[in-house]
């Protein structure tokens, strides 16, 4: 009965490759995000859909590619990996877009990618 | 730009003694302020939200207020289990749906 899960949780890889990372939820939210976490455990949003639909987009380069095909999914895909996007990657979900309540965040447990 | 910053940065206190986590904010238009608990290896797990100055809200030993600049995490007669990373977290009218991460205060409660 998890509610945001993401796959994998470890992620291994070397410098140069193409990996992704899943997103599911099952709370019915119409708002999913991408967070990165860095060493220092500053969480830096990447991306926000609503309803499928892409809305916040930070500058990041252009290696990472978020894809919904549905509401309940949110996926990231990164290409071209370099030693500096080791982190953990946490996807997450909101009740409500634009609404007082969209603070009111559910996290997955995140992905912890390291590059070598 | 809409910023965050939380401070200290660490904090050890002993079970039974009470403190407060501090969370300094600038942003236009405040649409809400939030806070969160993260344990190692987790997400972080939504707390609270505080709409306005003078707001308050409480969940067991934890109570969160708000001004118009600062909220403050009071944590009262801590247990061991309440040692987390707490994280504030705010939202402007002006940045859409971004939602602003501090960089966290982790605390320790010895028993």
């Known amino acids: 009965d998890t509610a945001v899960s993401q796959t994998p949780k470890y992620l291994v890889t070397q410098m140069g490759n193409d990996k992704s990372i899943k997103c599911e939820q099952n709370?019915?939210?119409?708002?999913m995000y991408w967070y990165k976490q860095d060493s220092k455990k500053f969480l830096k949003i990447m991306f926000s859909?609503?309803?499928?639909?892409?809305?916040i987009n930070e500058t990041v380069p252009n290696r990472f590619s978020p894809k919904s095909p549905d509401k309940a999914h949110l996926n990231l895909h990164i290409n071209s990996l370099e030693l500096g996007d080791s982190a953990v990657y946490f996807c997450a979900s909101s009740p409500a877009y634009l609404d007082r309540r969209e603070g009111a965040l559910h996290f997955g447990n995140g992905t912890r990618l390291t590059v070598t | 730009e809409d910023q965050v910053t939380q401070s200290p940065e660490a904090l050890r206190l002993q079970e039974g003694e009470s403190s407060s986590l501090n969370c300094s904010y600038t942003v236009s238009g405040l649409r809400g302020l939030f806070w969160y608990r993260q344990d190692p290896g987790k997400g972080p797990e939504f707390l609270f939200t505080?709409?306005?100055a003078g707001e308050e809200k409480e969940k067991e030993r934890l109570k969160a207020t708000l001004t118009k600049k600062e909220s403050f995490l009071h944590i009262t007669a801590p247990k061991p289990e309440d040692s987390a990373t707490y994280l504030c977290a705010v939202q402007g009218y002006s940045s859409a749906s971004k939602i602003i991460f501090g960089s966290g205060t982790r605390l320790s409660i010895r028993p």
């Open positions: 505080l709409y306005s």
């Open positions: 709370l019915g939210h119409d708002t």
């Open positions: 859909y609503n309803n499928k639909e892409l809305i």
